[in-house]
């Protein structure tokens, strides 16, 4: 059985002249080019690149390929690629093959190019097959409330009520694959206190749907100011629409005045939990994997990625089992939280399921969320 291969080809350097590179050919020759990566670093680059395929080396056609150092990765596409005195590096997965032959069309009217490419393939392959890409992506984001008080609202009763102070309808969109799952949900509620008078304590609920998720005391001791409350979700039907309904009363007369009511929910946890809050199941091989996680506050947080999904959280004590993970990272900030490269993702070989995991924060009324998750794999 013929070992499988990787080769990597550097085609220009600094080119300034029009140019076609064709394989195999005689420095860079696999019995067969299969799936490709090609690197493009472009210097006040004008022109075009053309990435083409042929059973005879006679007939050449245009053939997929789709752009990978973005975040969503692009869809595929065969159209020819145009510059205009760019200077950017660009990355493109060519996934179809093995190709007999392959070339990449370069015309050049100002500026430089350098390129290299990457070629994956099996040595045995001797037919023409169509490698598929699977591209799983899904951002949800924070969703936000808004201000729901117009102006002031005095607050007066001295036991909850049966009608809600406040209402909003949020939604957190659901996963377009179904290989993917919404496992927790975060909310964060600020309430500015104005004043009170005679009355001491403020106390709150919010329902989800109709179902209690949080409730309890916001202030006490008469305190003013901004006041926050955190509560999770991991229960019922996480994703779509839902509404979000908020109560408040005092613990005695005559009242308390707010001015500020905003609520915050996401897919992620709050500043007391250390929790999974996404996974992804079915992706095992080798895959690329990015991501973005948001803060909503002003402390720090950690991510980690493991690989089963439903892993222990990790804290670093004695008999902790490192085999899982994928990924950790700890903020310095309240920046977002990205892979190590931004631009071009976590390349992880992944043995089954993924989770998404965040927590040890410190501060505990704020909330972690997942911003957008991305996942590319040939399989």
């Not at 936000?144 to 809600?164: F, P, Q, R």
């Not at 929910?265 to 996680?293: E, F, H, P, R, S």
């Not at 004695?318 to 190590?340: E, K, Q, S």
């Amino acid at each position: 059985m013929a070992r499988p291969f990787t080769e990597v080809d550097e085609i220009w350097s600094a080119a300034a002249a029009s140019a076609t590179v064709t394989y195999p050919n005689a420095r860079f020759s696999p019995h067969l080019v299969g799936q490709m990566k090609l690197m493009f670093i472009l210097s006040a680059f004008s022109g075009t690149l053309d990435f083409q395929a042929s059973a005879d080396g006679s007939t050449w056609i245009n053939i997929p390929y789709y752009q990978s150092d973005i975040a969503p990765v692009g869809s595929l596409a065969t159209a020819q690629l145009s510059y205009t005195t760019s200077s950017v590096h660009d990355s493109y997965v060519v996934p179809g093959g093995p190709w007999k032959h392959f070339q990449i069309v370069m015309t050049r009217t100002a500026g430089t190019i350098t390129a290299w490419l990457e070629a994956y393939e099996h040595e045995s392959f001797l037919v023409a097959r169509a490698a598929a890409v699977e591209n799983l992506v899904y951002s949800p984001d924070i969703q936000d409330s808004g201000d729901l008080e117009a102006a002031t609202k005095t607050i007066t009763v001295t036991a909850e009520a049966g009608t809600e102070d406040y209402s909003v309808a949020l939604t957190i969109a659901a996963p377009a694959s179904s290989k993917m799952a919404v496992t927790r949900l975060t909310t964060r509620l600020s309430v500015t206190i104005d004043s009170f008078t005679g009355a001491t304590i403020l106390n709150y609920r919010i329902k989800r749907g109709g179902t209690s998720i949080g409730t309890g005391t916001i202030s006490t001791g008469s305190s003013t100011g901004n006041k926050l409350v955190v509560n999770d979700v991991t229960t019922g039907t996480l994703t779509g629409a839902a509404t979000y309904t908020i109560f408040f009363w005092v613990d005695q007369i005559t009242n308390c005045i707010i001015s500020v009511v905003e609520l915050w929910v996401g897919v992620g946890v709050n500043g007391g939990a250390d929790a999974q809050c996404l996974t992804i199941d079915d992706v095992d091989g080798l895959v690329n994997l990015g991501w973005n996680v948001v803060v909503q506050g002003t402390g720090n947080m950690e991510l980690q990625v493991h690989s089963p999904k439903g892993a222990t959280w990790l804290t670093a004590a004695a008999g902790d089992d490192y085999d899982t993970v994928l990924y950790a990272r700890r903020t310095a900030a309240t920046a977002d939280l990205m892979p190590p490269d931004a631009s071009h993702g976590l390349v992880v070989v992944v043995p089954s399921s993924i989770g998404f995991m965040l927590g040890d924060m410190t501060v505990a009324t704020d909330i972690a969320c997942i911003d957008s998750v991305r996942l590319t794999r040939v399989r």
